[in-house]
């Protein structure tokens, strides 16, 4: 099995920046890729951006097009997590924002790719 934290979420104006975090412990040997995923109240998880794990210096990742030029992840294999840095938000990004561990594919974009999730951190972004 694999555990997750996340951490780093809160309170941002518009137009401001948070970092999100998320550390995996665990058999993390068998990581395929780790993905960022949001769901706000009344809405599906949607899916934010993803990274292949494995690979060594060679990154792959993928995002939302409602996120991209703005979120950036990234990981670190020595310290086991994966970072989503978010810059320029706005008030339609506030969520709860879930990372995610594939076991399976370097970093897919639906939730049904992934087989470990975090306990969620609440992200806020007033007007």
């Known amino acids: 099995q694999v555990q997750l934290v996340g951490s780093g979420g809160g309170l941002v104006q518009a137009g401001g920046s948070l970092r999100l975090s998320c550390a995996a412990s665990?058999?993390?040997?068998?990581?395929?890729?780790m993905g960022w995923f949001r769901q706000a109240p009344g809405k599906e998880r949607e899916f934010v951006a993803a990274?292949?794990?494995?690979?060594?210096?060679?990154?792959?990742?993928d995002y939302a097009d409602s996120v991209k030029g703005r979120f950036t992840i990234s990981r670190d294999n020595i310290k086991k997590t994966v970072s989503l840095q978010m810059n320029n938000l706005k008030p339609e990004d506030t969520a709860v924002y879930y990372c995610?561990?594939?076991?399976?594919?370097?970093?897919?974009?639906?939730?049904?790719?992934?087989?470990?999730w975090g306990q969620g951190t609440q992200v806020t972004v007033s007007s």
């Open positions: 995610a561990v594939s076991l399976r594919s370097k970093g897919g974009k639906t939730a049904r790719e992934y087989d470990y």
């Open positions: 665990g058999r993390t040997f068998n990581i395929y890729g």
């Open positions: 990274i292949n794990w494995s690979g060594g210096s060679t990154y792959y990742a």
